[in-house]
């Protein structure tokens, strides 16, 4: 079986796909002096395009692992992320309190069937 990697870099691919499942990397957003609901709402865009770059959607999403940097801020990121996906069926989710980048306050990674 095949892996095909997408937008590859000298540390790591945006996403590899393997048997019809997409591998999407941790997505933070690039602009780090945005609060919670604004990097939340970069996150998930960037979320978009990577899934659509793979041939899928937020509706095939697996599992998501969102880190964050102050588990505090759960409650702000939980409405971004509802409204961000709308009816769309819940996937399976963890949520992780880690130490992040300076600047970063959630980081996101994405595993959805294509």
């Known amino acids: 079986m095949s892996v095909e990697h997408l937008d590859s870099g000298e540390i790591l691919s945006q996403a590899t796909i393997h048997n019809g499942i997409a591998y999407v990397c941790g997505q933070t ?13 970069e996150v998930l865009a960037k979320i978009d395009d990577r899934l659509a770059k793979c041939g899928t959607d937020k509706s095939k999403m697996l599992m998501v692992t969102i880190y964050m940097s102050d588990m505090s801020e759960k ?8 409204d961000w996906l709308g009816d769309t ?26």
């Open 89 to 114: 069926i819940r996937p399976a989710r963890a949520c992780v309190g880690a130490p992040l980048g300076p600047g970063v306050l959630v980081e996101i990674v994405v595993n959805a069937a294509i």
């Open 75 to 82: 409650p702000a990121m939980n409405e971004v992320w509802l």
């Open 29 to 41: 957003a690039g602009d780090r002096d945005g609060d919670i609901t604004a990097q939340t709402k």
